[in-house]
Nanobody, 128 residues
Framework: QVQVVESGGGLVQAGGSLRLSCTTS????????MGWFRQAPGKEREGVAA???????SYSDSVKGRFTISRDNAKNTLYLQMNSLKAEDSDMYYC??????????????????????WGQGTQVTVSS
């Protein structure tokens, strides 16, 4: 049974930091492209960051230089370090796993489904 569980969200002041975690099980984590996307109710999905099996990363322009994605294959866990947070970063953040050969943050915004597997999300709220 596949499980994807996000944690680490919360309320933070603008300029602050949060670290999101995504623990997984039920699939071969090291063989999957992993990433984060965000979405608010009634709004379109927005890809945030992705990390390939060889640790190649990609970021949306809106978070580049402020967010860092990383993975620990030994722990089957994905991370997103978010610094210099802005009010516009407030959203529900989802962890995504895909076995596609194309691994890029922009892919999460395309199609009916963001990825092969994704979690229930963790809420990030940034107060200005």
């Amino acid at each position: 049974q596949v499980q994807v569980v996000e944690s680490g969200g919360g309320l933070v002041q603008a300029g602050g930091s949060l670290r999101l975690s995504c623990t997984t099980s039920g699939f071969t984590f090291s063989s999957y492209c992993m990433g984060w996307f965000r979405q608010a109710p009634g709004k379109e999905r927005e890809g945030v960051a992705a990390i390939d099996t060889d640790s190649t990363t990609s970021y949306s322009d809106s978070v580049k230089g402020r967010f860092t994605i990383s993975r620990d294959n030994a722990k089957n866990t994905l991370y997103l370090q978010m610094n210099s947070l802005k009010a516009e970063d407030s959203d529900m953040y989802y962890c995504a796993a895909d076995d596609s050969t194309f691994c890029h943050y922009s892919d999460y915004a395309i199609g009916q489904s963001p990825a092969k597997y994704w979690g229930q999300g963790t809420q990030v709220t940034v107060s200005s």
